[in-house]
């Protein structure tokens, strides 16, 4: 497969820009290999700038869930861009999209449009310490919600000691206020919120995990969360920046009936335009300013070109609810074919999917937390990901990310991406 051009590109990028790219998982830094710079896509496909066609499993890491350059959102940003690019005012699209992410999200009475999912994650836990005027926040190892401080922050030696920051930058003191638990724990989350009664102002965990790979909640897990939040007088915010408008319309939270006080949303809410939103119960979004005290803005936030974008994407799916059927199916089909693979080749392997969410990971374990992704072996994970390329799949470029399906991905293409998967699986059997 050829590479001149995307390595070309990447020699000058690395001079310019930060290890050559805007976002460090783009770099193929854990598979090895270069970067294929990205000249355009359309439906299920990505070329590259040396023209190679690839199938989109990482759809812009979950916005593009139609597919790229889906005709009806190309067209209203198209009509969009006549009217100017940014007011600084108000316009009638937020208004329009404010309301349908209210009708759609079962949680969100109302909603602030930011401009990313990292915005709208920060925003939600000041909101949570506004309203609460408590300071820490409890957090799940693995579990990814932007890079705002509070959040770089891992587990260290046990889910009761300390966080400690995860990059240089952070302070201590941030770190001090961000508590860490592993997933799908009951028992260590009670005893944390045991530890520091009366001082946690917020709980925010994704409702299934996409950033440790696909993990998904245990059987009654997020009640229980919901149950203790609500006892212990704890914001609970769902990060749906991933799972919102994927999982179901009304992202996880509909789909497994749990409904949080906040909720972070992204991604797909853009149609792949940089937008994100938090929202949630009146009585909490109502502190935000200037209709209360808790500060909060953006120069380019409802931006009218990406409002245009989301607007028309959420207008879509809401219009056409088969789709999340047809997702569900497409990825229980899926995940059924590497698993057949996987017997018949041997392979003692996990596969964890739900709707059009799933991961392979090379452990024999079941992945249910970070400790257990981590008993992936990422070097086998790495040759894997570079077969899948040579034969056209694009996957992510990390073990602990989730795939994502998109509506363009049809029977015929469920068959090329399982028989890839075949081959590029017994190629490995055959390296060891
Ligand atoms: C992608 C993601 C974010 C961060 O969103 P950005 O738009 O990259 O800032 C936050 N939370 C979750 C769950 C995400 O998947």
Redesign the pocket.
């Known amino acids: 497969m050829k590479n001149k051009n995307s390595s070309k590109l990447f020699e000058e990028a690395k001079k310019y820009i930060p290890g050559g790219v805007n976002s460090p998982v783009r770099a193929f830094k854990s598979v090895g290999g270069n970067p294929r710079f990205i000249k355009r896509a359309k439906g299920a496909y990505l070329i590259d700038e040396d023209n190679n066609k690839y199938v989109d499993m990482i759809n812009s890491?979950?916005p593009m869930i139609l597919g790229h350059a889906f005709g009806p959102i190309e067209n209203e940003v198209k009509k969009a861009t006549k009217s100017s690019f940014s007011f600084g005012a108000p316009t009638e699209k937020e208004v329009r999209m404010a309301k349908l992410i209210c009708d759609l999200v079962p949680s969100v009475e109302m909603v602030r449009m930011v401009n990313?999912?990292?915005?709208a994650?920060m925003s939600a836990i000041r909101l949570a310490r506004a309203y609460t005027v408590k300071d820490k926040i409890i957090k799940f190892e693995g579990c990814?919600?932007?890079?705002g401080d509070a959040f770089l922050i891992s587990a260290g030696s046990g889910a009761l000691s300390m966080g400690h920051p995860d990059s240089p930058g952070v302070t201590q003191s941030t770190a001090n206020d961000t508590l860490t638990a592993p997933y799908n724990n009951k028992e260590a989350l009670s005893e944390l919120i045991t530890k520091n009664k009366g001082k946690i102002a917020g709980l925010i965990l994704?409702p299934v995990v996409?950033?440790m790979g696909c993990v998904l909640p245990e059987t009654g897990y997020l009640e229980f969360i919901r149950e203790i939040c609500t006892k212990e007088k704890i914001v609970l915010i769902f990060?749906e920046?991933?799972t919102g408008f994927r999982l179901a319309l009304g992202g996880a939270q509909e789909r497994f009936g749990v409904t949080p006080d906040l909720t972070?949303m992204?991604?797909i809410i853009g149609g792949g335009m940089p937008v994100?939103a938090y929202g949630g119960k009146k009585e909490l979004m109502e502190m935000v300013s200037p209709s209360g005290p808790m500060y909060q803005a953006g120069t380019l936030s409802g931006n009218p070109i990406a409002m245009s974008a989301g607007l028309e994407m959420l207008k879509q799916l809401k219009n056409h609810p088969e789709i999340y059927k047809n997702l569900d199916e497409a990825g229980q089909e899926i995940a059924y074919g590497i698993k057949a693979a996987l017997n018949e080749l041997e392979l003692n392997y996990t596969v964890n999917q739900i709707g059009s969410m799933y991961s392979l990971f090379f452990t024999d374990q079941t992945v249910t937390d970070y400790d257990k992704a981590k008993t992936c072996d990422t070097q086998t994970f790495g040759k894997y990901f570079n077969f899948m390329l040579e034969k056209g799949i694009y996957l992510a470029p990390s073990q602990f990310e989730s795939l994502f399906i998109s509506t363009r991905i049809d029977k015929k293409l469920i068959k090329k991406i399982l028989k890839a998967n075949f081959q590029s699986l017994y190629e490995l059997k055959a390296q060891k």
């Open positions: 890491w979950g990313s999912g990292t915005e994650t990814y919600h932007g890079h994704e996409g950033n990060d920046v991933m972070t992204g991604k994100g």
